[in-house]
């Protein structure tokens, strides 16, 4: 997961920086925020399981760090098919 949050920020950071990708652009900082979030609650949601005072939703937790990784991939790749298709008209 920590690869994942780097290239999503650097990815971000990339395309807000150069201007090829205006959908990550746009949406990019939007979700690496939430996934910063998401990041944050799981480390807190095991010590808390660990230390005997609830779950606090880990596997949510989990499930909403992949979400967002995946929403993030596809307005990447949602970006790119556009392009493409704008350039060969």
């Known amino acids: 997961m920590a690869g994942a949050l780097v ?17 990550p652009a746009r949406a990019g900082p939007v979700l690496v925020a939430l996934e910063l979030a998401a990041t944050a609650w799981t ?31 596809a307005v990447l790749a949602c970006s790119r098919t556009r392009r493409r298709a704008r350039r060969s008209r």
């Open 7 to 23: 290239a999503l920020v650097a990815l971000t950071v990339a395309a807000r920086r150069y201007g090829h990708w205006p959908a």
């Open 43 to 73: 480390p807190s949601a095991v010590a808390a399981f660990e230390g005997g005072k609830g779950t606090w939703s880990l596997g949510a937790g989990r499930r909403l760090q992949v979400l967002l990784v995946a929403v993030w991939l």
